[in-house]
Each structure stands twice: as structure tokens, then as C-alpha cells.
């Protein structure tokens, strides 16, 4: 098993920053069959959405609400995914799952972080 554990999330003024932090544990096994990792979100009321992800290449894909405005980053030495959330806008507001896959293999997922942007 791996287990992904996320940080960073809070209340932020519209316009304002926030990093969100994930690392992954488990059996370096599984660890090192990580490929791709990323971040969703779940607003009330909506389904879980892509957020950004990247491989193991560090490759990249974003949704097109947040081109421009987020920045996955990804640290396959120390099994951690970083997105780096700028100019932020109320309808960012959910709730952030950190996730992770092997190639072809079905996810893993954190327990989630709120992310509120509201003045």
C-alpha cells in the first residue's frame, strides 16, 4: 500500500497563494512504481475534478481553469507532489485530494485538504 498525506490548505483572500504539500510512504517497491501524481478537487455539490498532474518525466497537464495560475511540481526522491496555487479565485474553493497511480494501475488517494478563498 501507499499512503499520501496532504498539507497546506487553509483560508486565502481571492488574488492570494497557497502551496499544497503531499508525500507519499509506503514499500520503496511501490514507491518507485509511482508514475503519475497529481491533485484533484471536489467543490459541494460537484464531481472530483482534475486538478494538475505530472509523471514521473515530469511531464504535465493542467485543467484549463488554473493554466497560468498553478504549478504542479513533483520530487521523485523524496515521493512528494507540490502544486503552488497563485492568484487564487473563489471558485478554487474544495476540498484538494492528493493523488498518485502506477503506470496502468489503479490510484491512491489522501485523505484531502480545504481550500477556502474567500474575503
Known amino acids: 500500500q501507499v499512503q499520501l498525506v496532504e498539507s497546506g490548505g487553509g483560508l486565502v483572500q481571492p488574488g492570494g497563494s497557497l502551496r499544497l504539500s503531499c508525500a507519499a510512504s509506503g514499500s520503496t517497491f511501490r514507491l518507485n512504481r509511482l508514475y503519475t501524481m497529481g491533485w484533484y478537487r471536489q467543490a459541494p455539490g460537484k464531481q472530483r475534478e482534475l486538478v494538475a498532474s505530472?509523471?514521473?518525466?515530469?511531464?504535465?497537464n493542467y485543467a484549463d481553469s488554473v493554466k497560468g495560475r498553478f504549478t504542479v511540481s513533483r520530487d521523485n526522491a523524496k515521493n512528494t507532489v507540490n502544486l503552488q496555487m497563485m492568484f487564487l479565485k473563489p471558485e478554487d474553493t474544495a476540498v484538494y485530494y492528493c493523488?498518485?497511480?502506477?503506470?496502468?494501475?489503479?490510484?491512491?488517494w489522501g485523505q484531502g485538504t480545504q481550500v477556502t478563498v474567500s474575503s
Open positions: 493523488s498518485a497511480s502506477p503506470l496502468g494501475g489503479p490510484a491512491y
Open positions: 505530472i509523471t514521473r518525466g515530469d511531464n504535465t
